[in-house]
C-alpha cells in the first residue's frame, strides 16, 4: 500500500500533570480552536504512532529481543530499562496517542455526521491499550484519557480488566466491528492510512487483532470457541494486500526516522549473536535484508555481537560485525509501520491448531505463514526451506517452537512484539547478555517512568508495590 503522509500538528494532550481546582478555565487557550477536524485526528494518530514505534522497535524492542544489540554504551541493551536512551520509552506515546484517539472516538459518537469514524477509533484504542498493558501489566486505563474533562490522576487498572472488561480490549474490538457494519452514511473515512477508507478491511483488522488479544491470554482464560468462531467465519487479514501497515518514503519527513540519523547512531546497532544463530542454523535469507555483511568481511559473510556489553570494558571493532540492512536507511520507501499483518494472523491460528483450539491442519497455517512472512520481507522463499530445519515437524523441534520462532524473525522492528512473543511462549531461547545490570535475569515487563511516580504518585505507589518495587522481573497477569 503505497500512500503519501503528511506529518500534522495537532494539540496533544500531556502526560499527567499536577491537578487544580479551576483545571479547565486554566488549561484553555481562548485563542486555540477546541477541535480538530476528525480526518486529521484519524491521521496523526495513526501516522504519530506507527511511525514512533517503528522507530522504538529498531532502537530498544530489537534490543529486548535480540534481533539486534548496541555497540556504545547502551544501558538499555544491558536491561537498565529506567535508563532509555535513543529509544526505549514507549509510556508517553501510548498515552498521547490513547488521548487523540479519545477525541476521535468522542467526536464520532457526538456528532453524527463523523459516524464512520467510531469503529476505527475503537479498533485503534484496543490496538494501543493491549500494546501498553503487555508492556508495563497494570496501568491507568479506564479514567486516563480524560484530561481534557479535568481528570488528571487516574488509578492503575487490573491487566485482567483492561482485556476482559466492557470498554476494555476485546469489548473494544466488538464494539468496533458493530459500529463498522451497522454504518450506513455516505460519509468516507478519511485521513485512513492503513486501509484508504475501505470499512470492510478494518473488520478484518479489527478479527485479526481479536485472535491476537486471545491468544495472548489463552493461559489464563478459556479462549478455544471464540478463536474458532473467528477462524470459522473467515473474516480476517489473510493475504499481505490486506494487511494494516502503511510505508515510509525515503525522504524526509516520512522516512524511517532511523534513516536521518547520523551516520553514528545508525551504525551503532548491529546484528544480535542470537539471531544471527537462528537465521544461519535455518539457512534463512533474510539476513541478507534485514543486515548486511560485516565490512572487514572478505567473504560476505555476517558476524553478530552478543547484547549487552560493557563498552567501557570490552573494545569492539564496528568494522567486524553487520550493521542494519539498506532496506533500514537507503531503501526505506519498501520498509513498512506494522500494525498487524496476514503472517502474524497465519501463525496464531497454527498455534491455535496446534492446541486444538481450532479444528484446522497447524502445519499450513504455519507454512503459509512462513511463505507471507517472506513475502513481506521481500525475500524469496528457498524450495527447501520448509523441509529443513524451519519445517514444521523438523526433528529435535516442537510445533510451538517453530511457531514462535518464526513469528519472532518476522517480528523486526514491530515495537516490542517479539520480546513481548518471548515472554509468552519462551521461544526462540535467548542468551544472558553480556553484562547485565538486571542481575543476569532478562526482564518481563517494562518499568513505569519516573514520571509517573512525580506526577500519579499515589496511584503509583500502589502499582509499583504490586510489581516488588516497580520491579522488571514481575510477571503480567497473562504470563504469571
Known amino acids: 500500500m503505497k500512500n503519501t503522509l503528511y506529518k500534522i500538528l495537532i494539540l496533544s494532550l500531556g502526560l499527567f500533570t499536577a491537578c487544580t481546582a479551576d483545571f479547565e478555565e486554566k488549561n484553555t487557550n481562548p485563542n486555540a480552536p477546541v477541535t480538530v477536524q476528525p480526518s486529521l485526528l484519524l491521521r496523526q494518530v495513526i501516522y504519530d504512532f506507527g511511525e514512533q514505534m517503528s522507530y522504538e522497535g529498531f532502537a530498544a524492542g530489537d534490543l529486548l529481543a535480540q534481533h539486534r544489540t548496541a555497540l556504545d554504551f547502551n544501558l538499555f541493551d544491558r536491561h537498565a530499562l529506567k535508563s532509555p536512551q535513543l529509544g526505549g520509552n514507549p509510556w508517553p506515546i501510548f498515552y498521547t496517542n490513547l488521548r487523540d484517539n479519545e477525541l476521535l472516538l468522542k467526536q464520532a459518537q457526538s456528532n453524527e455526521t463523523f459516524k464512520v469514524y467510531e469503529g476505527p477509533a475503537l479498533i485503534l484504542k484496543a490496538y494501543m491499550a493491549q500494546g501498553l498493558t503487555d508492556l508495563f501489566g497494570d496501568v491507568p486505563y479506564f479514567e486516563a484519557f480524560n484530561g481534557i474533562d479535568g481528570t488528571v490522576t487516574a488509578p492503575y487498572d487490573a491487566q485482567e480488566d483492561i482485556y476482559l472488561a466492557e470498554g ?68 480476517y487479514i489473510m493475504t499481505n494486500a490486506d494487511n494494516a501497515t502503511f510505508d515510509f518514503t525515503n525522504s524526509a519527513p516520512n522516512s524511517f526516522r532511523f534513516a536521518q540519523l547520523r551516520a553514528g547512531d545508525f551504525n551503532n546497532f548491529v546484528l544480535s549473536e542470537t539471531m544471527e544463530e537462528i537465521l544461519t542454523d535455518l539457512n534463512d535469507d533474510r539476513i541478507e535484508v534485514f543486515f548486511r555483511p560485516f565490512a572487514n568481511s572478505t567473504t560476505g559473510t555476517f558476524n553478530g555481537l552478543i547484547n549487552g556489553i560493557n563498552a567501557s570494558q570490552t573494545s569492539i571493532e564496528p568494522a567486524n560485525y553487520s550493521r542494519a540492512g539498506t532496506l533500514f536507511r537507503e531503501n526505506t520507501s519498501e520498509l513498512n509501520a506494522n500494525f498487524m499483518t496476514s503472517w502474524e494472523t497465519q501463525f496464531i491460528l497454527a498455534e491455535a491448531a496446534a492446541k486444538n483450539y481450532i479444528t484446522a491442519d497447524a502445519a499450513t497455517l504455519y507454512n503459509t505463514g512462513v511463505q507471507q512472512a517472506f513475502e513481506y520481507w521481500l525475500t524469496d522463499l528457498p524450495a527447501d526451506y520448509l523441509t529443513g530445519p524451519a519445517a514444521y515437524n523438523a526433528a529435535g523441534t516442537t510445533p510451538l517452537q517453530q511457531i514462535s520462532t518464526q513469528k519472532w524473525i518476522a517480528n523486526i522492528i514491530n515495537g516490542y512484539e517479539g520480546w513481548v512473543e518471548w515472554r509468552r511462549t519462551g521461544f526462540p531461547t535467548f542468551k544472558p547478555v553480556a553484562a547485565s545490570l538486571n542481575d543476569g535475569l532478562i526482564p518481563v515487563r517494562m518499568p513505569y517512568p519516573a514520571e509517573e511516580e512525580a506526577l500519579n504518585a499515589d496511584n503509583y505507589n500502589s502499582a509499583a508495590q504490586a510489581t516488588n518495587g516497580n520491579s522488571l522481573d514481575v510477571a503480567v497477569w497473562w504470563d504469571e
Open 168 to 235: 476494555g480490549i476485546l469489548d473494544n474490538l466488538d464494539k468496533g466491528i458493530l459500529a463498522l457494519n451497522a454504518y450506513t452514511g455516505a460519509v468516507a473515512l478519511e485521513g485512513d492510512l492503513l486501509f484508504s477508507g475501505n470499512l470492510d478491511k478494518w473488520v478484518l483488522f479489527a478479527n485479526s487483532l481479536k485472535l491476537k488479544a486471545l491468544m495472548r491470554i489463552s493461559s489464563k482464560e478459556d479462549v478455544a470457541s471464540q478463536i474458532e468462531a473467528i477462524f470459522s467465519e473467515g473474516n
